[in-house]
C-alpha cells in the first residue's frame, strides 16, 4: 500500500494545518508521518487478517458540524445517553467541529488544561509536543499510527499540574450526524505528580459511517503517585472501519483505571494496553462488548509490568449475536525486574446464536520468580434451557435475550469505577440490544 491509495496530498495536509494555525513542528510531523505510510507495515493483530479491511478510503478529510451557544440545541439523542446540563467541564466535537467549551471555574484557577486538540495546539504548542505520540504510542509503530498522526482532526487535550485534584470529571462527547465524516481523533491526558483526574468520552452516531474511517488513539500519561479514571462508551454507525488504540504509562505509586463501554457497530481493530513503568503502580482495564450483525471485533487488551510490586487486573465481558465474530486477547506480562508483582484477568463470551463466534485467548508472560499470576476464560452458547425458562412465564424471545444480555454483562458494568460510565452504558447497551 502507498499513499497514492489516499484521496489527500501533502500539500492538502499543509494547507489544512496552516488554516488551523499549528506550529510548524505539527506540520512538518503530518509531511513526515504521510511520507513513512509509504514503507511501514500494517498491524499483526492475533488471528485477523487485514488484508481485505480498507483503512484508507474516506470522504473528506475534514466535516465542518454546527457551533452550539447554548446546550439546548444539542440534538434529542444526546439527552439520552449524556447528562450535559450536570457536566461542570465539557468539550463537544460535532464532527470535525469543535462545537462547546465548558470548564469549571476552579480547575481553571488551578491550572487544568481542558482544550480541544486543535486549540492546545496553538495556545499550548510547547506543552503538547512534549507527549504527543512519544510515551505510550509512537508515529512510527506501524502504518496505523503513522496514517493517524498525518490526518489527525479532531480530540482532546487535558493537562493536570502537580498536586491538583479534579473535582468534576471531564467530559469529552463527539456528535457524528454527517454521512462523509471521518475521524482521526486523538485523545492527550497527562496528569502531573500526585494529580488526580476522571475522564469519560462518548462516541454517537445518528448518520451513516458508510465508507468512512475511525483511526483514534488515546495516550494517557499519569506521572508518580497520581491516579488516573478513564471512562469511554462508544457506539458509532457500522460503516466505519476501525482501529482504536488507547494506550497508558504509569510512574511510580501512579494508578490508570479503564472502563470501557466498546459498543461501535462496525469491524474495529481495538488495542487497550498499559505499561506499568514504576514501581507500585497499578492498572485496572474492565470493558464490556456488544456485537452483532456480521461485525469483526477484535480486541487487545495488555498490562506490561516493569516496575516492581506493581498490580494488573483485566476484566472483560462480551456478546456476539447473530453472525458476529469476536477475538478477545487477554495478555498480561510481567517483565524481568518486576517481582512481588501480580497479574490477574477473566475473559467471557458469550454467544447468542448458531453462527455467532467468540474466541478467548488469555495470555500470561513471566519473566519474573516472585509474583502472582492467573486467568479465566470461557466461551459458550446461551443456555437454552435459561431462554425456555423466561419464555415460559409470558416472556418473548427477543425480550429474554434483552435479559439475558443485560445479566451477563451487569457482573462488569457494576465493577466500572466511574458511576456515571455505568449508567450510559447501560442505556447504550439497551439502544444497541433492541435494534
Known amino acids: ?33 504521510l511520507k513513512q505510510v509509504e514503507s511501514l507495515e500494517m498491524p499483526k493483530p492475533d488471528k485477523t487478517k487485514l488484508t481485505k479491511w480498507d483503512f484508507d478510503s474516506f470522504k473528506q478529510h475534514e466535516t465542518t458540524g454546527a457551533v452550539y451557544n447554548d446546550l439546548k440545541e444539542l440534538p434529542k439523542e444526546i439527552d439520552r445517553i449524556i447528562n450535559v446540563e450536570n457536566t ?24 487544568v488544561i481542558i482544550e480541544h486538540i486543535q486549540e492546545a495546539l496553538v495556545n ?34 487535558v493537562y493536570v499540574p502537580k498536586n491538583v485534584v479534579v473535582e468534576h470529571p471531564i467530559q469529552y462527547v463527539v456528535l457524528h450526524d454527517d454521512d462523509n465524516a471521518s475521524f482521526f481523533n486523538h485523545v492527550l491526558l497527562v496528569t502531573e505528580e500526585s494529580a488526580e483526574v476522571t475522564y469519560v468520552e462518548n462516541y454517537l452516531s445518528t448518520a451513516s459511517g458508510e465508507g468512512n474511517q475511525l483511526n483514534i488513539i488515546s495516550e494517557v500519561v499519569a506521572a508518580a503517585n497520581s491516579n488516573i479514571s478513564y471512562g469511554s462508551v462508544d457506539f458509532l454507525d457500522q ?20 472502563s470501557l463501554g466498546l459498543m461501535n457497530e462496525g469491524d474495529q481493530i481495538i488495542d487497550n494496553t498499559t505499561n506499568l513503568i514504576g514501581d507500585r503502580s497499578t492498572s485496572e482495564l474492565k470493558s464490556v462488548v456488544v456485537g452483532r450483525g456480521t461485525q ?37 506480562h510481567i517483565k524481568h525486574g518486576g517481582s512481588g508483582s501480580s497479574a490477574n484477568q477473566e ?73 456515571d460510565v455505568q449508567r450510559q452504558l447501560r442505556e447504550v447497551i439497551e439502544l444497541k440490544v433492541g435494534k
Open 347 to 419: 475473559s467471557r463470551v458469550l454467544m447468542l446464536s448458531e453462527n455467532a463466534r467468540g474466541d478467548a485467548n488469555p495470555i500470561l508472560l513471566i519473566d519474573e520468580d516472585d509474583v502472582e499470576a492467573g486467568h479465566a476464560a470461557s466461551v459458550g452458547r446461551v443456555d437454552p434451557e435459561q431462554l425456555y425458562y423466561l419464555m415460559s412465564r409470558g416472556i418473548s424471545q427477543s425480550e429474554a435475550e434483552r435479559l439475558v444480555i443485560h445479566g451477563f454483562l451487569d457482573p462488569v458494568v457494576r465493577e466500572l469505577p466511574i458511576e
Open 239 to 258: 460503516g466505519f472501519t476501525g482501529h482504536i488504540i488507547r494506550r497508558g504509562v504509569t510512574e511510580a505509586d501512579a494508578s490508570i483505571r479503564w
Open 296 to 332: 469483526t471485533i477484535n480486541l487487545t487488551s495488555r498490562i506490561v509490568q516493569y516496575g516492581k510490586e506493581t498490580d494488573g487486573y483485566i476484566l472483560k465481558h462480551g456478546v456476539m449475536k447473530e453472525n458476529a465474530s469476536s477475538i478477545f486477547n487477554g495478555i498480561g
Open 124 to 157: 499550548h504548542s510547547d506543552l503538547v509536543e512534549k507527549y504527543f505520540m512519544k510515551d505510550a504510542v509512537t508515529v512510527d509503530e506501524h502504518r496505523l499510527t503513522a496514517l493517524h498522526t498525518a490526518l489527525m482532526n479532531g480530540g482532546i487535550f
Open 88 to 111: 461542570e467541564n465539557l468539550v463537544i466535537q460535532h464532527n470535525n467541529t469543535l462545537a462547546y467549551t465548558k470548564v469549571n471555574e476552579q480547575a481553571q484557577q488551578d491550572g
Open 1 to 33: 500500500m502507498t499513499t497514492e491509495t489516499l484521496n489527500i496530498s501533502e500539500a492538502q495536509l499543509v494547507d489544512y494545518s496552516q488554516a488551523h494555525n499549528e506550529p510548524s513542528w505539527m506540520t512538518e510531523l503530518r509531511k513526515k508521518a
